[in-house]
């Protein structure tokens, strides 16, 4: 249509059966309107059939071409591919069963034939750069690092993460962070997750500077990339400042509490064998051991042992008999200060081999 002469030069030399040629936009543009009330929509159909014959309904088979739509220019002698679709049969099809598959193909520069980019398998997973496609969006590179993620909420200053793999920025190794437009900002914050065969950590940077690390083994650094150089009893976390303060801080409500326990067990009071209790209730610090509280210090700074109510600076409670307070001396010179559980009236002092009473 709109020649009287069928180009025989298409794709390289293929002279399709029907054609349609015009010059301009009007004149080389397809429309194809649907007036009807209801839903309904213009439809164009491909279909594919093994029939040797027109008329045919033989089955078709797996892998085989449903339909393509080809974009192809002119190189000034022939018109050559420059993007396709083309749908597949997806599996082995059956009565009222025909998996299908799209894919998605550009050409590169310098060449003549479209090279696969991306496809839509037959269980709706989107694979680019593969045709192995593993999971609902895979990608896969050889040679290009970057996956960017780009907000336009911002118009002055658009915000872009970026996933980053290859040997640039080391083997085996994945790096997400966040920059600008001018690829400025973030450059010196992001999360690495290095997998190779000797080397399998997790890092946090901020500033050029490492903060965190997970280690292989599950130890966590903070201020240290080495945390397993530590005590191995007491290297599951580790915060480090070798060059100057440190510390860490727990934050509780005006009425609430803070604590660190040490557990054994998540029953009664495995749960909080020993620890330090903080009460911002009534200012109050409790130390534990065995489950039960030891040493309570009040707000005002008393400090009861054996007592949660010590009414005096230091306030000693014993009621079975023992040691109250022993001072060791050299060899065998001691002071003990011993409750009397007997008559429970008096106090026993003894030194060394000797003792008194009051």
């Known amino acids: 249509m709109g020649t009287s002469s069928a180009r025989s030069n298409i794709d390289g030399g293929n002279t399709p059966q029907t054609q349609f040629e015009g010059v301009g936009y009007p004149g080389a543009t397809i429309s194809l309107t649907r007036n009807s009330a209801d839903s309904g929509a213009p439809g164009f159909y491909f279909a594919k059939t093994r029939s040797a014959s027109v008329g045919g309904i033989a089955a078709a088979q797996a892998g085989d071409t449903v339909g393509q739509i080809i974009w192809t220019a002119s190189d000034g002698t022939n018109t050559i591919k420059a993007a396709a679709i083309d749908a597949y049969v997806d599996g082995t099809p059956g009565p009222n069963d025909m998996p299908g598959r799209l894919v998605f193909s550009t050409t590169a520069d310098g060449s003549a034939t479209p090279t696969e980019r991306m496809r839509i398998d037959s269980l709706g997973r989107v694979g680019i750069n593969t045709t192995t496609v ?110 100057g303060n440190n510390g860490m801080t727990i934050v509780s409500a005006s009425n609430g509490v803070g604590a660190l326990f040490f557990a054994d067990g998540t029953v009664g009071n495995e749960k909080n ?48 008999g023992a040691s109250l307070f022993r001072l060791n001396g050299l060899n065998t010179y001691n002071l003990d200060i011993t409750n009397n559980y007997d008559s429970g009236t008096r106090f026993d002092f003894n030194i060394g081999s000797g003792s008194g009473a009051c």
Do not use: C, M
């Open 134 to 243: 593993q999971s609902i969006l895979h990608l896969s590179t050889t040679n290009l690092s970057d996956l960017r993620f780009t907000t336009t909420a911002e118009t002055t200053d658009q915000k872009n993460w970026v996933f980053q793999t290859g040997t640039a920025i080391g083997a085996g190794t994945f790096r997400l962070r966040a920059i600008n437009d001018a690829n400025t900002d973030g450059q010196n914050a992001y999360i690495l997750t290095k997998s190779g065969t000797s080397i399998q950590t997790h890092q946090w940077l901020t500033a050029g500077y490492e903060r965190l690390r997970l280690t292989s083994d599950g130890k966590l650094g903070l201020g240290t990339s080495s945390p397993g150089s530590y005590e191995d009893y007491a290297s599951k976390l580790v915060v480090a400042n070798t060059a």
């Open 273 to 320: 064998r020993g620890g330090i209790y903080y009460s911002h209730i009534d200012d109050s610090l409790q130390a534990l051991t065995a489950g039960s509280a030891r040493v309570h210090i009040t707000s005002g700074g008393n400090v009861g042992i054996g007592t949660t109510s010590p009414n005096a600076k230091l306030n000693v409670s014993e009621s079975t």
